[in-house]
């Protein structure tokens, strides 16, 4: 008859048992904290985890990311690309909690964006910028081939919004 794992395990000496017994211990410690990081993702910075909170009412999120830049991240701004209708009163469509945007002064000479309000928030600043150009700078914000077109053709509207907490 065979003999069952405590039987053998009482006839073990004793150090023997306590080093499975410890390194079972830093096994099961160690899925646990993969675990745990698997399930709450990446480290965000402040300005991505309030970025996170904004909504455009009746926009699209379609891509987030960190300003690219040489500053350490957690000093870049985090940036939010929406699509949606045209509108001429866009600040009454973004949101979050406790946000407050004023309208953002006029942009002197040609740029590829319009400012449309800025707003300090937790601390972190806060720009809402609307592209303006019939060729916006794809290689940083992924619009899809409709979107691409119904933007050129005037029947969507692009927004960005950042938000920095960084002296960068």
């Known amino acids: ?4 794992v405590d039987a053998v395990d009482r006839h073990a000496p004793v150090s023997s048992r306590s080093q499975r017994l410890w390194l079972l211990s830093i096994v099961a410690a160690a899925a646990c904290c993969f ?10 910075t402040s300005a991505q985890r309030y970025l996170s909170q ?3 009412r009746g926009y699209e999120r ?6 690219p830049g040489s500053a350490p991240a957690d ?3 985090a940036v939010a690309i929406f699509v949606g209708p045209p509108d001429h009163d866009i600040l009454a469509r973004v949101s979050g909690p406790g946000l407050v945007l004023s309208a953002a002064p006029s942009n002197p000479g040609p740029t590829d964006v319009a400012a449309v309000g800025r707003g300090q928030w937790h601390g972190c600043f806060v720009h809402v910028d609307r592209w303006t150009t019939s060729d916006p700078p794809l290689s940083y914000y992924p619009l899809n081939a409709e979107q691409v ?3 050129r053709s005037g029947r969507l509207s692009v ?8 002296s960068g």
């Open 54 to 56: 904004v909504d455009v």
């Open 62 to 67: 379609v891509h987030d990311y960190l300003d």
């Open 75 to 77: 000093e870049r701004a």
């Open 1 to 4: 008859m065979p003999r069952s």
């Open 159 to 166: 927004l960005d919004i950042a938000v920095g907490c960084g």
């Open 35 to 44: 675990g745990v990081l698997r399930l709450t993702g990446p480290a965000e």
């Open 149 to 151: 077109t119904a933007f």
